[in-house]
């Protein structure tokens, strides 16, 4: 019986700390998600107006805010969604240099290639809390 305690005592344990981590993970990747989402919207208009300073400038965050995101994800040791930031990041510094270059096709290709990623992150490692209510929470 003490045997059988001490175990769900561990247990109870063990599920407390996966989700504290599970939010400390999503508090510091909320803030840099919630300027993902306008700054890659922003970069996608910037870059059908061919305003190169604009679309420079988002480029550039965007690649800085995958950054992040690749820290935080690496530092929560979830490899494969700390992969995909990475490659955004790197495609990001690409998307700038094809601005930079008056490259407009290469440009919007890069662009286009960080955006499919989104969905297929959100699938995997992205929970919406309840059935339409829009705020989500980090999934390991
Ligand atoms: C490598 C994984 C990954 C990629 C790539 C990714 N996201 Fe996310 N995103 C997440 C996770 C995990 C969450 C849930 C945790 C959270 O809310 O921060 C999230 C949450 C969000 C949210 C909700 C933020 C909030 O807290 O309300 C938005 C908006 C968002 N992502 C936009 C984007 C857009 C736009 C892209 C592509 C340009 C993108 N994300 C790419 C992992 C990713």
Partial sequence: MR????????CLLAG????????????QLSPVMKQV??????????????????????AQKLGEL???AQGIFKAAKVGDAAKVAKGNAAEAQETLAAIKAGDWDAATAKAGAIQRTCKGCHDVHREEVSPGSK??????
């Fill in 37 to 58: 989402a306008p700054t890659a919207a922003s970069l996608r208009m910037n870059l059908t107006a061919k305003d190169a300073s604009a679309a420079a400038n988002d």
């Fill in 135 to 140: 705020t989500y929470k980090f999934k390991p």
């Fill in 66 to 68: 995958f950054t992040q």
């Fill in 16 to 27: 407390v700390a996966l989700t504290l981590w599970a939010q400390a993970v999503e508090e």
């Fill in 3 to 10: 045997k059988v305690s001490i175990l769900i005592g561990i």
